[in-house]
């Protein structure tokens, strides 16, 4: 045992003395670093032999020294400060989790006891009946219908009876088409007379300048989609152009001005309160009602579209649009029925209406988010890029268009107009030439609108060539944005080659000039 106490003293000496050593060593090393007597006495020894030079050189190692440990003892305090900071965060975090634990709990306390409450209510009205969370009365949700409201369950179809409104907005509407008469509509106009006249009345009482083009491609956009976006830069008239399009229709035109904070539907459409028991609904929304009701031909605008995320607010919206089927364009509002609800409704839903279209304007800049090819695919892209000339026109007053005519002039110009089938096979060959080189296809979507798109604009006075042209610009080669451009300028020459090769130089000014400009940018 003895044995054991002499090495076990022997082995923690040796250990602690070790500890001891690099304390007292720091220490001496603080200290041999702070000795100013010491660095004063080494200074008097060797300066005897200083020159003028050496005298500056030593004061200014000297304060080079001081400046340096000024510098570390510094970086050190703000070391321990941040130190302190963040311990004091981590406190104040596990504080924070602590009171939203505490919330939670007091939530669930307040659910229960809610749950507790209307259950006491269904059984009131119930005659006694168990109730419990999600408890069903003649097959709706109590909790979403004013229980004191009810007055009876009409049969097996889930409708209830009730005195509540809660789409007072939508039955405004109803109450103005029950005495609603229909305008007499201007129903020998062309195309071409549309786009004209137009043009004339956004001069003589909107003083607003348009080229014809412009217009041309706005009506082509309409034949072939139901979206429509303007972009440009700023003070081109992508605002103007739909809003004096409704004053020409005389039916304005409903702007939505976006905002940054559009993070789903309810933006657009509004919401059910279930709070109040009322829809909030917005003006986008009246308008696609008051459209089930009359043929007139109904504008939507979506105002700085891209300020916020477009596949957010707009998805449902994008989804409705591509069914085939218009009848299956419907949108769900609310999950259930009440017997005052509006009388286009029908079980909580509401049926898009075809003579509605939607118009967004988009300016690309650091402010807005960049537009995905899933809505350009499904848009019609118009490009407004120089501000329009003046001119003067004569005084033109607006007309009365209907919907069932405009469709009727599309459809006209869908057989009379159709894509020469030469044309046809020189646009198959350029998109088996873009997988080719550059892998990107045309899609069988884009070749559909362009089958829209061209017959309209040749009927509203377009040339044929013109019309292919701005497609392949702004719905095909748009799409080389998202290639590696840098790598690929030799195939964007060959590209111009071939189309002036194909469909003849100097025909397709839209497209080459696009590709040349990607060349330059890349």
Not at 77 to 91: E, G, P, Q, T, W
Not at 358 to 377: L, M, P, R
Not at 386 to 414: M, R, V, Y
Request: with cysteine.
């Amino acid at each position: 045992m003895n044995g054991f106490l002499k090495w076990f003293f022997a082995f923690m000496s040796s250990l602690l003395g070790g500890y001891a050593m690099i304390f007292s060593g720091i220490g001496n090393g603080v200290i041999k670093i702070f000795n100013i007597k010491n660095y004063i006495d080494i200074f008097k020894e060797y300066s005897r032999d200083f020159s003028a030079g050496s005298w500056i050189l030593a004061i200014l190692a000297i304060l080079l020294v001081i400046a340096i440990h000024a510098l570390l003892i510094f970086l050190i305090i703000l070391l321990i400060r941040k130190y302190i900071r963040f311990r004091h965060s981590i406190v104040s975090n596990e504080d924070l989790l602590e009171e939203i634990a505490v919330l939670q709990r007091n939530v669930i306390k307040m659910t229960k006891e809610k749950d507790e409450i209307m259950a006491m209510k269904v059984a009131q009205i119930g005659g006694g009946m168990p109730a419990g969370n999600g408890m069903s009365f003649a097959g709706m949700d109590l909790d979403n219908a004013d229980a004191e409201n009810i007055q009876q369950a009409a049969g097996d179809d889930g409708v209830l009876i009730t005195s509540e409104r809660r789409f007072s907005k939508l039955f405004e509407v109803d109450m103005f088409y029950k005495t609603y008469t229909p305008p007499e509509y201007d129903n020998d106009l062309t195309l071409s007379d549309i786009c004209d006249r137009f043009r004339l009345f956004a001069c003589s009482r909107m003083h607003l300048f348009y080229e014809v083009k412009t217009i041309r491609l706005f009506m082509a956009g309409m034949a072939s989609t139901k979206l429509i976006i303007l972009q440009g830069i700023s003070g081109t008239g992508k605002t103007s152009l739909p809003y004096s399009f409704g004053k020409f229709l005389q039916h304005d035109t409903t702007i939505a001005s976006v905002q940054p904070s559009w993070r789903d539907r309810t933006e657009l459409f509004g919401y059910f309160n279930e709070f109040t028991k009322n829809f909030n609904e917005t003006e986008v929304l009246r308008r696609i009602y008051d459209s089930s009701y009359n043929d007139d031909v109904n504008l939507i605008l979506l105002d700085e579209m891209n300020i916020a995320r477009i596949e957010y607010y707009f998805a449902e919206m994008l989804s409705i649009l591509e069914m085939p089927n218009p009848s299956e364009w419907e949108l769900d509002l609310v999950p259930n029925v009440w017997s005052s609800d509006p009388t286009n409704l029908d079980h909580g839903k509401l049926r898009i209406p075809q003579n509605i279209w939607y118009i967004g304007t988009a300016n690309n800049d650091d402010s807005t988010y960049a537009i995905s090819d899933k809505v350009y695919d499904r848009a019609q892209p118009i490009n407004l890029d120089a501000k329009g000339i003046a001119f003067d026109a004569p005084d033109t007053p607006p007309i009365n268009l209907s919907f069932q005519h405009l469709d009727s002039l599309f459809n006209e110009a869908f057989e009379k107009y159709p894509i020469s089938q030469e044309n046809m096979k020189k646009i198959q060959q350029l998109d088996l030439w873009v997988i080719d080189k550059l892998r990107v296809a045309f899609g069988n979507r884009i070749i559909k609108q362009m089958g829209l798109f061209v017959p309209v604009y040749v009927a509203c006075g377009g040339d044929e060539l013109d019309g292919i042209d701005y497609v392949l610009a702004t719905k095909i080669f748009r799409k080389f944005e998202s290639l590696n451009l840098a790598m690929l300028r030799d195939e964007l020459k060959e590209l111009v080659v071939y189309i002036n090769k194909s469909f003849g130089k100097g025909k397709m000014q839209e497209s080459i000039a696009y590709l040349e400009r990607l060349q330059k940018l890349f």
